[in-house]
């Protein structure tokens, strides 16, 4: 049903909801009919700026509104009664990550949408980041060699609406999932150090050391760093590359270097010679990942395309280990 206009509600309308209506209004083949919060001051602020119905109560919204899909984005601990309640009335659901606080309701969340044959998709926006898929594309095309080491940083000062998930489960989440991606594997080891410095009921700072088959990668997330960075670096045995998420931009350091055999303590070995690396400012054709993620959403449930949501998974399992 390529051409069905889908109606759409968005549940949960703070920050991050306001975004989901935003791209939505410049989705085609989407009409937004209705959104959903807790707060009336919030609905009262929807309602002066757009002309669709708001609701205290999801529950009453669907009974009125019938709608094809929704964006959940309410706090963590809501995600599972959430999602399974859409789910499980036909609903097609795009829930923010991470999936939920745990894994037995990330696995309820899973096993509803695969008994209700509806579409469920995970909200880790950063896989629709184009400098990302650009990435993965050079890495899958061994422009880097061997992937040896990844390091991601992803830190700066605390978002006050984030009030129930850890340092581990809201922000390093999005690298551990996008590490599994570029690595197309899981860690075989992990190790981590969570700290509480600022919020004494959660951790504010959190390291993770992965090991991979033949690769490893370093985390570093918190809510302590007085400025924002969203970087990634790349050391394979071809050259060195630097992304950052926020500009979507690439710097390739391709490697030169010359090989030569030589006698070290009576054995032979080669060693090489470098000389200075070529800097290569990758092109990337820069796209919001919001927007790209929704009109991902809407294809998979027009065309029906399935969704894996296992990666999300994987990744909540990760960041939950202490």
């Not at 602020?45 to 002309?51: C, E, L, V």
């Not at 923010?96 to 745990?102: M, Q």
């Not at 969340?109 to 008994?115: Q, R």
């Not at 800097?279 to 294809?299: C, D, G, Q, T």
Request: hydrophobic share 40%; charged share 25%; aromatic share 8%.
């Amino acid at each position: 049903m390529p051409d069905k206009t889908l109606k759409c509600a968005i549940i949960g309308a703070g920050n991050m909801g306001q975004n989901h209506i935003r791209a939505y209004l410049n989705t085609p083949s989407v009409k937004i009919v209705a959104a959903c919060d807790v707060n009336q001051n919030i609905l009262n602020k929807i309602r002066s700026s757009y002309n669709f119905k708001c609701y205290p109560d999801y529950k009453k919204m669907v009974a009125a509104e019938k709608p094809d899909i929704v964006s959940i984005c309410v706090p963590t601990n809501y995600h599972a009664e959430t999602a399974i309640y859409f789910l499980d009335n036909g609903i097609n659901v795009l829930l923010e990550k991470p999936i939920a606080t745990d894994l037995n309701q990330a696995n309820a969340i899973l096993n509803a949408a695969i008994k209700n044959k509806k579409k469920l998709l995970i909200g880790h926006i950063e896989r629709f980041n184009p400098a990302v898929r650009k990435l993965k594309n050079m890495i899958d095309h061994r422009d880097l060699g061997k992937i040896t080491a990844i390091i991601a940083r992803r830190v700066g000062g605390f978002p006050p609406q984030i009030k129930d998930a850890n340092i581990a489960v809201d922000l390093a989440i999005h690298d551990i999932d996008i590490i599994n991606y570029l690595l197309g594997s899981l860690p075989s080891n992990i190790s981590v150090n969570k700290q509480r410095h600022h919020i004494k009921q959660r951790e504010d700072s959190v390291e993770f050391f992965l090991k991979y088959n033949k690769s490893s990668a370093y985390i570093q997330a918190n809510w302590i760093t007085p400025v924002k960075i969203r970087k990634l670096t790349i050391t394979g045995t071809e050259g060195y590359l630097e992304m950052d998420y926020i500009n979507q931009q690439i710097d390739f350091y391709k490697s030169n270097y010359e090989k030569f055999k030589e006698d070290v303590g009576g054995f032979s070995d080669y060693i090489l010679r470098f000389s200075e690396p070529d800097k290569i400012n990758i092109s990337v054709a820069k796209k919001e990942p919001l927007m790209e993620e929704l009109s991902y959403f809407v294809k998979c449930v027009q065309e029906d395309i399935e969704i894996d949501c296992q990666p999300a998974i994987e990744a909540l399992k990760i960041a939950l280990t202490n």
